[in-house]
Structures are given as C-alpha cells and as structure tokens.
C-alpha cells in the first residue's frame, strides 16, 4: 500500500508559529520557556488595558448608560472568548498536530482536487491574516485620531480615561505619563492586532480539517460504486475489504478532529449568541460600523464551519444507500460479515462534534440565530427602561 504525502496548512502553521501561538518542535510542548513565551505577548499586551475596561464597565453602570455597559461587555467578551480558545488550543496543540499528520497522509489514494483545497486553503490564512492586521492598524488610527471613548463621556475632563484607545479604558487614578497612556491605547489594541488574528487561523485550520475528510468521504463513495460496477467477485470482495479500512480511517480522522476542538469549541456554545446580539444591537441602535462588520465577519464564520459540518454529516450519510445496494448476496461468509458490520458502521453520520453540547450542523445555526435575537431583545427592552427613566 503506498502512501502519499501532501503538506497541509502551511500557511496557518507558520503564522502561527511566528506569533508564538503554536509550539515550533514536539520538544516545545513541555518547555516552560516556550509556554510562556506564548503568554506574554497575549498577557502583557492585553491584561492591563482589559482590567481598564472593566473601570469603564463600573462608571458606565453607575451613570446607567446603557450603550456604554453594552460596548464595555462587547469587549470583555471578545477578550476571554479569544483567551478561552487560544489557551484551550494551545493545551491541545499536541492532538492538533496529530490531526494533521494524519491529514497529511494518504494511505488509500489522494482525492480529486486535494492539492487545490491545500492552496485554496492557504491563501485563505494569508488573505485573512494581513486583512485583519491592517484594519486593526486603520481602526488604531482612527480611534486615536478622533478621540474614542471620551467625546461622549459623560464625565468630560475627567482625566482617569484612557482617551484615543480601541476599547474602552477608565482607571480609578489619573494616569500622567503620556509614555504608559500610549502603552495602554497600543495594549488595548491587541485584541484586533492579536488575539483575532490566531483566532482566525485556529478557525481555518478547524474549517479546512472538516473539507479534507469531507474530500475522503466523497473519494470513498467513488470507489465504493466501482465496487458495485465490478463483475468479478473476488475483485469485488478484495475492493470492499480495502473500503472497510478506508471508512475506518476516516472515522479516526473525524474522532481525532473531535478530540481536538473539544474544549476549544465549548466557550462558543454560550458566548456566540451574546456576542452576536451585542453586535446587532451596536450596529443598530449605536449606529457602529465596525460593529456591523464584525457581526458580519462573525456570522460568517459561524454559518461556514456549520455548513462545512453539515455538509460532512450529509456526505456521510450518503454513504449508507450506496453500501446497501451492493451485491452482498455475492459475498462469501466472512465477506458477508464484514459487510454488515460496515454497515452498521456507515449508518452513524460524521458530525463535528461541540462535545457535550451540540453538533456543528444547520440545526445549531438556528439555536444560534434564536439565541442571538432573544438577547437582542433583552438589551431593546433594557435601553428603552432606561431611557424612560423606570
């Protein structure tokens, strides 16, 4: 059996790796001072500004401003979201890198435009990477520029905000040195500059995974129809014994993919809904166009990884019709028996699983549309009780 080798995600692997957000070698994910050189960029550039954030959240709900408090815990969720799945990936960087041997690998023959998706997949990372750093550089400038967070403070001259930063930022002491004022407003910007951009690539590697397997399963269903067209039964059988361990392998594909994302892919099931309707509800009410445009890129990217799971499920299911019009009556005993085995094991779908949530298909599209528009909901209702004064 030949076995043909292909590079997968090398784009995403070497920006992440420049970012110190995936180890370089084996040896790396046991070395302290490789772990914490991925901490300290996401620890010194953000913690700081962030515990500000949470001094802008505090005013904002003494004042009762609603727009302000929803900003405020927009950010914050943002932040810890990104901190949750980097932190949880890195802590599985081990199996993710297991994950893509495996892909890389191809024991049963290469599918169709395999090596078109690998390029496909890489100027995506590429394309996505360097847009997000250079629209968190124009966002820099014009939230300097025009002075955020402070024009329309209702506290006007208050010195203890951090004014011309992109998120938020308000301490209990006036802050003087126009040196560490600058640290804050470039700290503060790490989320863009930072945490979404590994995010994005995390995310990548996440939706190619499930393309790759999807391309072996349609491979498989290739093959197992030439199994149908064969005349001659020791062909035949030899054919379906090379298939059988062809769906084993991409079984262990998909539960090592699973195994992988599991605990990445948990902070989503709640704080995606949130974050969605704060966006909705910024873009709307706060007239916010970088609030649109993430909602944008958010729904996107939520509505491809539960097409691409869904799109997995249906392809595995498809394969049950095909394996039950083969011609078992042909089989001799031991064929026979592992044909029903096969089956069995064909009648269970390949889900991207959120274990032990929920499956990323159309179903969890939905829950999450619904669950967006009824926290949006909450805040129309919460703004209109404050703007009345109730």
């Known amino acids: 059996m030949n076995t043909t080798k292909i590079?997968?995600?090398?784009?995403s692997i070497r920006l992440l790796k420049s970012n110190y957000a995936f180890p370089r070698d084996e040896s790396s994910f046991n070395d302290p001072y490789i772990i914490w050189n991925f901490f300290k960029p996401v620890i010194m550039t953000g913690l700081v500004p962030i515990l500000g954030t949470f001094?802008?959240?505090f005013m904002a709900i003494k004042d009762r401003i609603t727009s302000e408090q929803v900003y405020a815990i927009s950010i914050l969720s943002q932040f810890f979201l990104m901190y949750l799945i980097i932190i949880f990936t890195y802590l599985s960087a081990q199996k993710w890198k297991t994950l893509m041997v495996d892909l890389s690998e191809y024991k049963y023959g290469k599918p169709p435009y395999c090596d078109e998706m690998c390029k496909i997949l890489d100027r995506c990372a590429i394309y996505s990477f360097y847009f997000l750093r250079i629209k968190s550089i124009f966002h820099l400038i014009y939230s300097y520029w025009t002075n955020s967070f402070c024009e329309g403070s209702t506290i006007r001259g208050d010195h203890r905000y951090i004014c011309g930063s992109t998120i938020?930022?308000?301490f209990p002491f006036e802050i003087k040195s126009r040196i560490i004022r600058a640290m804050m407003i470039i700290g503060g910007n790490s989320l863009d500059f930072l945490h979404y951009c590994i995010f994005v690539l995390f995310a990548l590697i996440l939706f190619g995974s499930i393309l790759l397997i999807v391309l072996?399963?349609?491979h498989l269903k290739t093959m197992l129809c030439?199994?149908?067209?064969?005349?001659?039964?020791?062909k035949t059988e030899e054919e379906l014994d090379f298939c059988i361990k062809y769906h084993s392998e991409i079984v262990g594909l998909v539960q090592k993919m699973n195994?992988?994302?599991?605990?990445?892919l948990i902070p989503n099931y709640v704080s995606i809904p949130i974050l969605l309707a704060m966006f909705s509800y910024q873009s709307l009410k706060m007239n916010d166009m970088l609030a649109l445009l993430k909602l944008i890129l958010w729904i996107g990217g939520v509505s491809l990884l539960c097409l691409a799971g869904q799109q997995l499920e249906a392809e595995s299911s498809s394969l049950t019709h095909i394996v039950s019009d083969l011609p078992y009556y042909k089989f001799n005993r031991k064929t026979k028996k592992n044909f029903l085995l096969f089956l069995a094991r064909v009648g269970k779908p390949l889900n991207l699983e959120m274990k032990p949530f929920a499956k990323?298909?159309?179903?969890?599209?939905?829950?999450?549309?619904?669950g967006c528009y009824?926290?949006?909901?909450?805040l129309f209702q919460m703004s209109r009780k404050t703007n009345s004064g109730i």
């Open 7 to 11: 590079k997968v995600f090398r784009a």
């Open 55 to 57: 001094g802008f959240l």
């Open 168 to 170: 938020p930022i308000w």
């Open 216 to 218: 072996r399963v349609k």
């Open 226 to 234: 030439r199994v149908k067209s064969h005349r001659n039964e020791d």
């Open 259 to 264: 195994d992988a994302g599991r605990y990445p």
């Open 360 to 370: 990323w298909n159309n179903d969890f599209l939905v829950t999450v549309i619904k």
């Open 374 to 378: 009824t926290y949006f909901m909450f």
